[in-house]
C-alpha cells in the first residue's frame, strides 16, 4: 500500500461578480482506504482576502500554500504576481523537488490554478476543478453554469456532489467559501 495521503477534489466558479471555492472533505491513504471524511481544504489565507483550496499530497499541498501566502505578503496580496512569482521560483530552483499538489485561488478580481510544477492557469471560461474527481465535477460544473440560474456557490456545491457519486476519492463533505 501506498502511503501517501491524497484524493480529493476542488471545484471554483465565478459567476455574476461572485467566486464560490468547494472542496471535498476525503483524505485518501493510498488506492485502498478512506483515512479521513472531513477534512476541510478549502481555507481563507490573507487576511481572509483570497480563497484557497489544494489537491494531492497533503505535505506538498500544504508546502503549496504556505509558500503562496509568504508570496502574497510579499507583494501585498497581488494574486496573480504571487502566482507568477511563485511559479518563476520553482523554476529557478534547481534543487528544489516537484510538489505533487495543486491549489486553486481566487480573491475578487482573479481565479487561477496553480500547480506543484510551477504553471499558473487562468480558466477562460470561470470554471475550473482539480484532483481526482476534477474532471467529473468541472463537467458538472460548466453545464450547470450554462444552463441555470444558479448562483457560483451552488454550482460549485453541486458540481462536487456529481463528481463524489462518481470518484471513489471524493465524497460530500462539503466546504465552500465564497470571495
Known amino acids: 500500500m501506498n502511503g501517501q495521503f491524497m484524493g480529493t477534489t476542488i471545484c471554483a466558479v465565478r459567476k455574476n461578480g461572485e467566486t464560490a471555492v468547494a472542496g471535498d472533505g476525503q483524505v485518501t491513504l493510498g488506492e485502498q482506504v478512506v483515512f479521513k471524511n472531513n477534512a476541510v481544504k478549502v481555507r481563507r489565507i490573507y487576511n481572509g482576502q483570497v480563497v484557497i483550496g489544494f489537491a494531492g499530497s497533503v505535505a506538498d499541498a500544504f508546502s503549496l500554500s504556505e509558500r503562496f501566502e509568504a508570496m502574497l505578503n510579499k507583494f501585498s496580496g497581488n494574486l496573480e504576481r504571487s502566482a507568477v512569482e511563485l511559479a518563476e521560483q520553482w523554476r529557478r530552483d534547481q534543487a528544489g523537488r ?82
Do not use: Q, W
Open 98 to 179: 516537484k510538489l505533487e499538489a495543486m491549489m486553486i485561488c481566487a480573491d475578487k478580481t482573479s481565479l487561477l490554478i496553480v500547480s506543484g510544477t510551477g504553471e499558473v492557469i487562468e480558466p477562460d471560461d470561470g470554471v475550473c476543478a482539480i484532483g481526482s474527481g476534477g474532471n467529473y465535477a468541472l463537467a458538472a460544473a460548466r453545464a450547470l453554469a450554462e444552463e441555470t440560474d444558479y448562483s457560483a456557490a451552488e454550482i460549485a456545491e453541486k458540481a462536487l456532489r456529481i463528481a463524489s457519486r462518481i470518484c471513489i476519492f471524493t465524497n460530500d463533505h462539503i466546504t465552500c467559501e465564497k470571495v
